[in-house]
């Protein structure tokens, strides 16, 4: 018992040591304007904090305005962008006839444009199941109930192209998740999870994108953790990532055992910090680190 004290003790303390005297900086002054080929889209990147993170932080940034200016350029060009491959995987994927009988995305909902607007409110709780539902969780009923499939995995290319592709048909669309209501309890989880310090460093989501935003750590810029632009392409991965598939990471970097995608857990905490970025536009596909 003394002995993982000790250990725990010198792993916080070196946690600490490790932001001390670190350089700070402010979120970078720039607007994502993005060129496609249906023309341009200004994105909201920044805006005033929802209501109740009032007491926390003014304004809310996009982890967009916290990366290098090669990586923000990046985002910027549709072309550039190396995340688009993976929506264009994910429109192939949705026009197949991979079900059962030959059943096909595109045969029950005609072009992914019938998404619009999903993005931007999901998480949310199910009116019928009372169920807290992802995207995935979405994806994973199609599959399953109605083409007869075997589950995807939550962190697979097929899922995870699938999910490129729906979240770009909200590109531009307000971030607006529900707190309240049905959601209210799986909000109240996710933000005790979020809260909460985990693993021999004894951090929590808030230790680094609450309490040391701004600051530089593994040579990296550490940002408010939003969430607007997940899935995203992380040149670190050279792949795309969800939202709950980078939580694994932040949560096993504290040390800990990690919950897994698609957990209560992690679903409750998917919907709570996608709502610390209600107000910011759903960037569909970004570029990160």
């Known amino acids: 018992m003394r002995e993982h004290m000790i250990k725990t003790l010198v792993a916080s303390a070196a946690f600490g040591l490790a932001l001390t005297g670190m350089a700070y900086a402010e979120p970078v002054d720039d607007k994502l304007v993005i060129e496609g080929e249906e023309g341009t889209l200004e994105l909201v990147t920044s805006t005033k904090a929802p209501d109740h993170l009032q007491e926390v932080m003014d304004t809310i940034y996009s982890g967009w305005h916290y990366r290098e ?20 995987r994910g429109r192939d994927l949705w026009n197949k006839a991979i079900g059962k009988n030959s059943e096909s995305c595109a045969g029950c909902h005609n072009g992914p444009e019938s998404m619009k607007g999903l993005r931007a409110v999901t998480p949310r709780v ?29 962190t697979g290319d097929k899922m995870k192209d699938t999910l490129a592709l729906i979240s770009m048909q909200s590109r531009g669309e307000v971030v607006n998740v529900a707190i309240d209501g049905p959601a209210a309890p799986f909000w109240e989880k996710g933000k005790e999870i979020y809260y909460t310090r985990f693993g021999q460093l004894e951090m929590s989501c808030a230790s680094c994108h609450e309490e040391n935003q701004g600051l530089f750590i593994r040579s990296d810029h550490l940002s408010q953790g939003q969430i607007n632009g997940f899935p995203t392409y992380r040149l670190k991965d050279a792949g795309i990532l969800s939202a709950q598939q980078r ?15 698609n957990s209560d857990e992690f679903k409750a905490l998917e919907l709570y910090v996608a709502s610390r970025g209600n107000g910011l536009s759903v960037e569909g596909v970004s570029v990160r680190h």
């Open 247 to 261: 939580f694994v990471g932040c949560v096993r970097d504290t040390r800990a055992e990690t919950f897994k995608p």
């Open 69 to 88: 200016d090669d990586t923000r350029a990046m985002q910027k060009d549709d072309f550039d962008n190396p995340a688009m491959v993976f929506v264009d």
């Open 126 to 154: 199910d009116a019928k199941t009372g169920k807290l539902m992802t995207i995935e969780n979405y994806v994973d009923a199609c599959v399953t109930e109605r083409m007869g499939l075997e589950a995807w995995g939550w």
